[in-house]
C-alpha cells in the first residue's frame, strides 16, 4: 500500500487506528483451543469485528514465534485473508547487516505478503536501507519508543542532541516519506515538537496509547500533520475487551469507540 | 549449555569456532531442491562433517524466515537433531519491550530449544532484561558489530564515551556472565583494548572474520581472557567452501583448518 492510499482510506475511514494482535495464548478466551489453532480463530474473528473502524493491523511476531513453526503458519494464512485495503505491520523489529536485512525484507515484503516492517537502528543506516526499495512496501523505523529503558540510550545526548534526534536524522535521509516511517511512543509527549521539527513528513507509527498511558489528545495535536500523518497502535485495550464467547463483538465495540474519538480529530 | 561447559568443550576441542549456517537457497549447490527441504539437507550434512571441529551453531534466522513457515520448521527440525555437547545460537536480533521480548525468550529458550539468542540493545535494558532468567540460556547483546554502519550510532560518542560502550556498561549490570555475552565485529581492531577493559570476563560471540576482512590473531590477542572468552564465527568460508557435490566435505576441510589455526592460540 502506498502513502496516498494510506492517506485516503484514513479520511474515508475517518480512522487512523491500527489494530495491534498480540494473541497470548494464556489469555485467549478459554473457549478457544490454547494453541496455533486457537490464535487463528482469536485473530481471524478480531479482524472480523473490527476491520469498517482501522486502517491498519499489526502482527506482534513475538506472539507468533512463541508457538514455533506452527504460530508462523497461521501468521501467513490470516495476512493472506486481510484486504488489500489494509495496512499489514509486521511488528518483528528486525535489522542486520546488509545481505541479512535483504533477506528478511524479502521474507516479509514477498514471502509473507506484508507492507511494512518494524526495524531496529542500532546497526546503522546500512542495516536499514535494503528495507526500502521495495515499492510500496515501508521500513517503521523504531525512533522513541514508549518504555520505560528509553532512557537508557535512546536519550542519551550525542553533543547537542539525543541519539533518537541521529537516528531520525540519519535514518530519513536514507529513505523517503513513500518508504519510511517512523515508532513513536504515545508517553513520549515532552519530544513531540522536536520530533515533528525533524521530520515533519513522515507516517509516524504510535504504540502507547491507552495500557501504556498515552493519551490520543495529546498524540493527535503533537504529532499530527497536514497529511494526518499517524497511525495510533491499539492492543490489548482491544483484543482482550472481554474474555467471553462475545470477545470479537467486544473488540469491535472497542475499536468504533477508539475510531469514533479519532474522527473528532480529522 | 552454562559457561562451565563451554570452555570445557573448547578446551577439549582445542577450537572456539562457531560455524554460521546462514543457507541462502540461491547459493545451495546445485543437486539441492531450492526449497526449505534442500536447506534442510544442506544444513545437515555440513553440520555432520563440522561437529568435530566446532563447539557452537549460529542459524542466521533471515535466512530460513525468507522460506516462510517452511523455513522455521526445518530450522526446529535441524536443532532438534544438534547434540547438546554445542551451543546452539538463533541470530535472530531480537529485542522489544519487556512483555514481548520475554515472548521471544519463551520462543527460542522454550518452544525452539536453542542456549543463546542475539538481541538488540536499541530499546534499552528492560528489552534484554527478560533474555536473562532462564536457566544455562544466553543473550547475545549487539555491542560493536562488524558492518561499515557501526558508525552511524554505536560509534557515536555520549559524552566521553562511545555508545557501544555505555551499551556494554548498561547490559553488563543487568546480566551476569553467566547468561549474557556481546557481539563484537572482528574488524573493529582499534576497539578491542577499551572493549575488554569495560566486559574483562564476558564471553564474545565474533562475526567478521574471513571474508568481512577480520584477522583471527588480531582477535585472539585482542580479545582471547583466561577463560578464553570468544567465540569465532565463520559462515560463508565454510559453508559456501565448495558448490559441488562435495559441499560437505569442503565444509568439513575448512572448518578442520580454521579449528587448526585456533587451536595455535590455546
Given amino acids: 500500500m502506498n502513502r496516498a492510499n494510506l492517506i485516503t482510506a484514513i479520511k474515508r475511514k475517518k480512522s487512523f487506528l491500527c489494530v495491534g494482535l498480540d494473541p497470548d495464548i494464556l489469555k485467549l478466551p478459554s473457549h478457544l483451543s490454547k494453541d496455533a489453532e486457537g490464535v487463528k480463530e482469536f ?72 507492507d511494512a516492517l518494524t526495524v531496529s537502528p542500532y546497526m ?67 519530544y513531540f515538537t522536536r520530533i515533528r521539527q525533524i521530520i515533519p513528513h513522515h507516517f509516524l507509527l504510535i504504540p502507547g496509547v491507552g495500557a501504556q498511558g498515552g493519551s490520543l489528545g495529546d498524540v493527535c495535536n503533537g504529532l499530527m500533520n497536514d497529511d494526518i500523518g499517524i497511525l495510533v497502535n491499539s492492543s490489548r485495550e482491544i483484543i482482550y475487551a472481554s474474555k467471553n464467547l462475545d470477545f470479537d463483538i467486544k473488540a469491535g465495540e472497542k475499536a468504533r469507540e477508539l475510531a469514533t474519538e479519532m474522527s473528532l480529530y480529522l
Same sequence: chains 1, 2.
Fill in 124 to 190: 546503522g543506516s546500512d542495516s536499514v536501507n535494503p528495507f526500502l526499495n521495495h515499492k510500496d512496501k515501508w521500513a517503521i523505523v523504531l525512533g522513541l519508543t514508549s518504555n520505560e529503558g528509553a532512557k537508557d540510550f535512546e536519550l542519551e545526548k550525542i553533543g547537542e542532541q539525543y541519539l533518537y534526534e541521529k537516528v531520525l536524522k540519519t535514518c530519513s535521509e536514507c529513505g523517503s516519506e513513500e518508504s519510511m516511517m517512523f515508532v513513536i511512543g504515545a508517553t513520549q509527549t515532552p
Fill in 43 to 114: 485473530c481471524l474473528k478480531i479482524i472480523a469485528q473490527t476491520i469498517d473502524s482501522c486502517v491498519s493491523y499489526k502482527f506482534n511476531l513475538a506472539f507468533f514465534e512463541a508457538l514455533g513453526w506452527q504460530g508462523m503458519k497461521v501468521f501467513e494464512e490470516i495476512v493472506s485473508v486481510i484486504p488489500k485495503t489494509h495496512l499489514i505491520i509486521a511488528d518483528a523489529k528486525r535489522g542486520d547487516i546488509g545481505n541479512t536485512s535483504e533477506l528478511y525484507a524479502r521474507a516479509f515484503f514477498e514471502k509473507m505478503n506484508c
